[in-house]
């Protein structure tokens, strides 16, 4: 009988940005796509609640996505303050 290896939890990423875009992030280094250009329509609380991850450190929020949509530092610190309640 094989055993089922438990899920890893990734960890909720810290209530900020990394200082620097990584040097494979698409958001920082390429043209916004379709949809980058219609998330930037959107108001800025919309643009502040899709913010995510780094795909490749998720220990903080992707800075190439944040610095494209405007969100700060202290946006995701709110964000996160939110979530809380």
């Not at 405007?70 to 809380?84: M, R, Y």
Request: net charge neutral.
């Amino acid at each position: 009988m094989k055993r089922i290896p438990e899920p890893v939890m990734q960890q909720r990423a810290e209530a900020r940005a990394h200082k620097v875009p990584c040097r494979h992030c698409p958001s920082a280094h390429f043209p916004p796509d379709q949809e980058s250009e219609d998330i930037l329509t959107w108001p800025h609380a919309e643009r502040v609640r899709t913010a995510f991850p780094c795909g490749w450190n998720g220990k903080r929020y992707c800075k190439g996505y944040c610095d494209q949509m405007g969100v700060s530092d202290a946006d995701l610190a709110e964000l996160h303050k939110e979530a809380q309640c």
